[in-house]
C-alpha cells in the first residue's frame, strides 16, 4: 500500500485541531483521545476511505509523528481500536512547515517528480521549501 500524502497531511490537521484538553463531567481536564472511527467519519477526511487512514495512523505512529497505540486484532494493520493522545515534536514540525497551502502544493510538486518518498523525505523537502517560502515573504530572495 502507498502512503497517501493528503492523507497525511489531513490526518495531522485532524489530530493537532482535536486532541485538546477537555474538562470531563467532573471538571477534571483530559486529552481527548481521537480514534479512527472518528477519524474516519470526520468531514476532513472523507475523501479518504478507511483503509488509507488506518495505513496513515500506523506509519505516522512508526514514525513518531503522533502518539497513540492500538489493539491489534490479529496483526499488522488489522486493529479493533486506535488510540491517538497528541503530535509529536517531530509532528508539530512536519505539520507546520505543510501547513501553508502555497507550500504544501510546491511541496506536492517536488515529491510527485520524485515518485516513492518516505515521511522523511517528505519532511525534508517541506522544511526546506517552507525555508524558501519564508525568505520569500520576507523579501529576503
Known amino acids: 500500500m502507498k502512503l497517501d500524502k493528503d492523507c497525511v497531511r489531513a490526518v495531522l490537521l485532524y489530530i493537532e485541531e482535536h486532541c485538546i484538553f477537555e474538562a470531563d463531567k467532573f471538571g477534571e481536564k483530559k486529552i481527548h483521545i481521537v480514534g479512527l472511527h472518528e477519524l474516519s467519519e470526520s468531514n476532513e477526511l472523507s475523501k479518504f476511505d478507511e483503509d488509507n487512514i488506518r495505513y496513515t495512523i500506523v506509519k505516522l505512529i512508526e514514525g513518531d509523528y503522533i502518539k ?15 488510540q491517538i493522545t497528541q503530535l509529536t515534536l517531530r509532528g508539530h514540525d512536519l505539520i507546520d512547515n505543510i501547513r501553508p497551502e502555497p507550500v504544501w502544493n510546491k511541496t506536492k510538486g517536488i515529491l510527485h517528480k520524485v515518485g516513492d518518498f518516505s515521511l522523511g523525505i517528505m519532511s525534508q523537502v517541506a522544511g526546506e521549501t517552507m525555508a524558501v517560502y519564508t525568505k520569500s515573504m520576507m523579501g529576503l530572495e
Not at 489493539?71 to 479493533?80: A, D, Q, R, V
Open 68 to 82: 497513540g497505540g492500538f489493539i491489534p486484532k490479529n496483526s499488522g494493520l488489522n486493529f479493533k481500536i486506535v
